[in-house]
């Protein structure tokens, strides 16, 4: 009994670690949805299988900055496309972090100097990934991305 139980935990914890190292890989980061056991900031593979409930949708994102919105029905929903074959891994963690909550509280020297470029500015994805990483207005960037987010999202049904 306790060596089942410690295979258990074993391939619990490597099915993690395979996991998490398939998430950094993943093609597409969910920037809205109205199903609550799906977060903002998630990640997923082209062609994954997502339990979306009936009615309930799901904006997704590409790293290129391609938006696609899915309808969840009776089979979920299935991620669009194929698998890209070397994501720009730095470009996906940075929309990564401007697509979840902000952290709560004060952060001390989270800007590096300069002014922020204004949020109308900010109209391409290159110009708000590069907002986020160089000049450290994540601020500005996010509610840059929001306004990217609600002009640009498709619809897949």
């Not at 199903?35 to 299988?49: E, L, V, Y």
């Not at 891994?89 to 979840?100: G, I, M, Q, S």
């Not at 708000?128 to 929001?146: E, F, M, N, P, W």
Request: charged letters at 20%; glycine letters at 12%; proline letters at 4%.
């Amino acid at each position: 009994m306790r060596k089942r139980l410690i295979g258990v935990a074993l391939s619990t914890v490597l099915g993690a670690v395979t996991f998490g190292g398939a998430a950094m890989a993943s093609d597409y980061l969910v920037v809205n949805s109205t199903d609550p056991a799906i977060k903002r900031g998630q990640a997923f593979d082209a062609g994954a299988k997502v339990a979306l409930g009936a009615g309930k949708t799901l904006t997704v994102m590409r790293a290129s900055g391609e938006v696609t919105t899915l309808r969840g029905g009776a089979a979920g929903a299935t991620i669009p496309g194929a698998r890209v074959a070397a994501a720009d891994a730095a470009r996906f963690e940075t929309l990564r972090a401007l697509v979840e909550p902000p952290p709560q509280g004060r952060t001390f020297g989270a800007r590096r100097g300069g002014i922020c470029p204004a949020v109308e500015s900010l109209t391409t994805l290159d110009d708000i990934v590069r907002t986020a990483d160089s000049s450290g207005c994540k601020t500005v960037a996010r509610q840059a991305l929001d306004a990217y987010l609600a002009k640009g999202s498709t619809s897949n049904d």
